[in-house]
């Protein structure tokens, strides 16, 4: 992004002042009269995007070309460095895979502080990133700078879009006492630093850079020029300067610039020809080591104001695959991957270098203008296919995990919990037979029956498909397979029985159900039966083939199973419901906690009477990637023209509601109007299940308009003056105004992790969504969908300048199936149990073994957890206290050490140990 604030933070001197000094003053002596020279630090720079308006390997072509310059001119001009590579160890690797041989030079250069690394592998987005993300990015990034002799000690966030309130304890907990922003910083702080503190107390210095990080970019060559342009940026820095004693951070540098040749020449001859600047080539750590702490204001929270720069704050809505994609493979690493792999798998089995490839193609989508997708097509297809890439790692892992579970707990359907608190909860099995099982809801019946097929050998694949098509054979396979040669032809026997296949998904509601009759051999040990099948039909093409199929009755349910121990299982048995079923008829569902309707006028839905909930709002969007801006002429769409409501399942253990609601949407914006008509079926599904006070809501369209907005809206049991909504480690309160000042609109749109409360409602969604309190307080808008087809526009209504070169997009329009997942439960409720509920549900398996039927393999209580893996052999435990009140940690029969982010031993706990409120801890389990 570019690095500079295209206008002046202050006002302009007064009348009679002469930028560049007085005509007559000598150039020799100091034009302050009490004869102060003010310092000014010149740190070398260059601040790389690995991808963003062109491709990452466009980029890299041109960081070869930079380094390939840079390395050899530190390593032989004393004059050269210091030299800062963006704070960030991506740019390092993504060099050296071109260049190998550079790494000991590289290795040299860093340990002799000529090259300043790290202490990042990227530069993220604090928002649109797991809490999680936060920390292995800082992690690998130290681990890698290690290698070259040492990180930064320096949290430097030169660009990202907006600061996380937990980012102070962050990086504290990592040993770093410095943090470097620019965007967010509020008009409050009134000084180039302040002291930054997390809700937890944690307190860094922030070096503040009013007008971002390209303030000495493109220095002029001479001395005389150069104290010219000093004088031009000590005014603009205005008020931030409160004393000639006041040392000012120049960062030489912009996106992708390369090292400016004879700097330190420039600056010794600058300081011999005049007495009012004293310039100094340092490393941005050697600054700031001596920078003023005195009186310094003070911010606790995040940092989430336009004040002086622009937020670009519609990055958040901008590309909702993006955000879906990341929300799914965060989930699939951090809370099942991880989790079972080191609760059920020995430690010598640990997965460890698939996980970290993984988490590589994870955080090399965390930099900000790949996660925030204000980026190229080319780089929003690499981000999609990277999130795919590692979720498949998750979900491989997750495979794996359930197998060991399996194999050692009791026969049977099985519940596990990938989470630390018990729960209950509504999952899918396939269960043998017709008789339905008590407390059971039949989703499907397969009913027994024999078919067969005939043709000849070469028409054997043919045979298989149509008798999967027609629901012969479960998923394309059998549980029992027996070929004969007849003497005339090949006849093969199959036999499927749903209740035995072995089944791909996770055993969710989600997916197609776990099925959990006796194990056949399965199609592993069938495979010899097939080849043999297949063999004697390619010998015999001509001859006669028939393939007889026997069905065996199966039947797909939904039941309720539970509780289950916190990162623990228990087994499932048929019995009744042990709560209110689940009634659903005409427009309408009621599980004796919740009662759900839908307006047959508008298509809305009521909870507990609470009415309107759901209602879509579609309105022009002629901004871009990077900001909403609506057309000078907009119109707005906010009820269907039809609405129809069809009640597809009735209970007992889940009820859903269809509700299809036809819209006639603009087509796009042209000239500054919408205009055009495209008629849009909207499908919503509602769903209640027995003992849940959350109603799961499912919106699917095909979107074929252009350049808009479309938002669900809430309305609230009650107003409220502020929302709560999940980040990283924590909640924050925010009001319903958004501090402006600087150039664009104040939008009181903001990011939620996974939850946001109002009013008495909580709304949890899949991926960070954008929401915004509206209509004075009674509702909250949650955005489903923004879509635009510029990366950046020259001068939207809502913010006068440009945030990147004006490049048409695709991507962005987001045409084609659009799906949102959320759901909304009334007070009270724990919005972390209602997230882990919804998004993370309980996993299904078949027992094997004879272990017991229930139990727990790691007992933790009193605050949420954020990772459990292993690490050097033990586990290793990361959780966070989001509330006022201090908690007290349980890890019952467990002890071992406190450590920091680097691994740092803190202090020793038995069972227990305090938490601070808003505090983060690392705990190691001794084995």
């Known amino acids: 992004m570019p690095g500079r604030c295209q206008g002046r933070s202050e006002p302009l001197p007064a009348p009679g002042f002469v930028l560049g000094g007085c005509p007559e003053r000598s150039q020799s002596a100091s034009a302050y009269p009490w004869g102060m020279v003010r310092k000014v630090a010149v740190v070398a720079h260059t601040h790389?995007?690995?991808?963003?308006?062109?491709?990452?390997?466009?980029?890299?072509?041109?960081?070869?070309?930079?380094?390939?310059?840079?390395?050899?001119?530190?390593?032989?001009?004393?004059?050269?460095?210091?030299?800062?590579?963006?704070?960030?160890?991506?740019?390092?690797?993504?060099?050296?895979?071109?260049?190998?041989?550079?790494?000991?030079?590289?290795?040299?250069?860093?340990?002799?502080?000529?090259?300043?690394?790290?202490?990042?592998?990227?530069?993220?987005?604090?928002?649109?990133?797991?809490?999680?993300?936060?920390?292995?990015?800082?992690?690998?990034?130290?681990?890698?700078?290690?290698?070259?002799g040492g990180g930064s000690p320096v949290g430097y966030l030169p660009d990202m879009f907006g600061h996380v309130a937990q980012m102070p304890q962050i990086l504290r907990q990592a040993g770093i006492e410095h943090a470097v922003v620019w965007r967010g910083v509020p008009s409050a702080v009134d000084r180039t630093a302040f002291w930054w503190r997390s809700p937890d107390g944690s307190t860094v210095r922030a070096e503040y850079l009013p007008v971002g990080y390209g303030i000495g970019a493109h220095l002029p060559s001479e001395p005389a020029a150069l104290v010219r342009r000093m004088r031009a940026e000590e005014v603009e820095l205005g008020g931030f300067l409160r004393s000639p004693g006041d040392p000012i951070l120049l960062m030489n540098g912009t996106d992708h610039q390369t090292p400016q040749p004879g700097l330190a020449a420039l600056l010794a001859a600058a300081n011999d020809e005049q007495k009012d600047f004293e310039f100094e080539l340092v490393s941005l750590p050697e600054y700031l080591a001596s920078a003023p702490t005195d009186a310094l204001p003070a911010w606790t929270g995040e940092l989430r104001s336009g004040a002086r720069a622009n937020l670009l704050m519609g990055v958040v809505s901008n590309r909702v695959d993006v955000r879906v994609a990341a929300a799914r493979a965060e989930l699939t690493l951090e809370r099942r991957a991880e989790p079972l792999s080191a609760l059920w798998r020995p430690a010598d089995e640990w997965p460890g270098q698939l996980l970290a490839a993984a988490w590589r193609e994870m955080v090399h989508n965390a930099a900000h203008d790949s996660v925030c997708a204000c980026s190229a097509d080319e780089v929003g297809v690499a981000v999609l296919h990277r999130y795919a890439e590692a979720r498949a790692v998750g979900d491989a892992l997750a495979a794996e995990a359930q197998a060991a579970a399996a194999a050692q707990v009791g026969p049977g359907a099985v519940a596990l919990n990938p989470s630390a608190r018990p729960r209950s909860g509504v999952v899918e099995l396939v269960v043998p037979g017709s008789e339905l099982p008590a407390?059971?809801?039949?989703?499907?019946?397969?009913?027994?029956?024999?078919?067969?097929?005939?043709?000849?050998?070469?028409?054997?694949?043919?045979?298989?498909?149509?008798?999967?098509?027609?629901?012969?054979?479960?998923?394309?396979?059998?549980?029992a397979a027996t070929v004969t040669w007849t003497g005339d032809g090949v006849d093969l026997d199959l036999v499927s029985d749903a209740s035995t296949a072995r089944s791909r998904s996770r055993g969710n509601i989600d997916g197609p159900g776990t099925p959990i009759g006796p194990r056949p051999p399965g199609i592993a040990d069938n495979a010899s039966v097939m080849a043999e099948a297949y063999a004697q039909a390619g010998a015999n093409r001509d001859r006669p083939l028939r393939v007889r199929v026997t069905r065996r009755a199966s039947q797909r349910v939904a039941v309720r199973v539970g509780p289950v121990p916190g990162f623990g299982w228990a087994a499932w048995e048929p019995a009744p419901l042990a709560v209110d079923p689940v009634e659903g008829r005409d427009n309408w569902l009621d599980n004796g906690l919740i009662r759900v309707a839908v307006s047959p006028s508008d298509g809305t839905f009521s909870v507990n009477g609470l009415a309107g909930l759901g209602r879509l709002v579609d309105d022009g969007d002629e901004g871009d990637t990077y900001n909403y801006s609506p057309p000078v002429a907009d119109f707005v769409v906010d009820r269907p023209e039809a609405v129809e409501v069809t009640c597809v399942e009735h209970g007992p253990v889940r009820g859903r509601l269809r509700v299809l609601r036809r819209f006639r949407w603009p087509a796009a914006i042209v000239d500054g109007r919408r205009v055009g008509a495209e008629d849009v079926e909207v499908v919503t599904w509602l769903e209640v299940r027995a003992g849940d006070r959350a109603v799961r809501v499912e919106t699917t369209f095909d979107n074929r308009c252009r350049d808009h907005r479309l938002r669900a809206w809430f309305p609230l049991p009650s107003r409220t003056d502020h929302s709560v909504a999940e980040c990283a480690f924590g909640t924050v309160r925010r009001g319903l105004e958004a501090e402006g000042g600087y150039g664009e609109w104040p939008l009181p749109t903001f990011p939620a992790r996974r939850f946001v409360t109002a009013g008495g409602l909580t709304v949890t969604h899949e991926g960070v969504a954008e929401y915004e309190v509206v209509d004075n307080g009674w509702a909250v808008a949650v955005t489903v969908l923004r879509a635009t087809g510029m990366l950046s526009r020259p001068a939207p209504a809502y913010r006068p300048n440009a945030a990147g070169p004006p490049l048409p997009v695709e991507g962005p329009q987001m045409a084609g199936r659009v799906t949102s997942r959320l759901a909304v439960a009334l007070a009270p409720t724990d919005p972390y149990a209602l997230a882990d509920d919804v998004w993370l549900p309980l996993e299904v398996v078949v027992g094997t073994g004879d272990g017991p039927r229930s139990g727990s393999r790691l007992e933790v209580t009193g605050a949420e957890v954020s990772a459990l893996r292993h690490h050097d052999g033990g586990l290793e435990l990361r959780m966070f206290n989001p509330s006022d009140d201090t908690a007290v940690v349980g890890v019952a029969g467990r002890r071992g050490w406190l450590v920091d982010l680097q691994g740092r031993p803190l202090e020793a706990w038995d069972e227990s140990f305090v938490l601070r409120p808003w505090g983060l801890a690392t705990a190691r389990l001794d084995p």
Do not use: C, N
Request: aromatic content about 8%; overall charge negative; proline content about 4%.
């Open 48 to 148: 790389w995007d690995r991808e963003w308006y062109v491709p990452f390997q466009s980029f890299r072509a041109t960081l070869v070309e930079v380094l390939d310059e840079l390395l050899p001119r530190l390593e032989s001009d004393p004059g050269a460095g210091p030299f800062l590579l963006d704070g960030q160890l991506a740019v390092i690797d993504d060099y050296l895979e071109v260049r190998p041989q550079a790494a000991d030079a590289i290795a040299r250069l860093t340990s002799a502080g000529r090259l300043t690394i790290g202490p990042w592998y990227v530069l993220m987005d604090e928002f649109l990133v797991s809490a999680e993300t936060i920390v292995r990015d800082l992690q690998m990034g130290l681990a890698a700078a290690a290698r070259f």
């Open 439 to 479: 407390g059971a809801q039949v989703l499907e019946a397969i009913e027994a029956g024999t078919t067969e097929k005939t043709g000849t050998g070469r028409d054997l694949g043919r045979l298989l498909a149509e008798l999967t098509t027609e629901g012969w054979l479960h998923d394309g396979r059998a549980s």
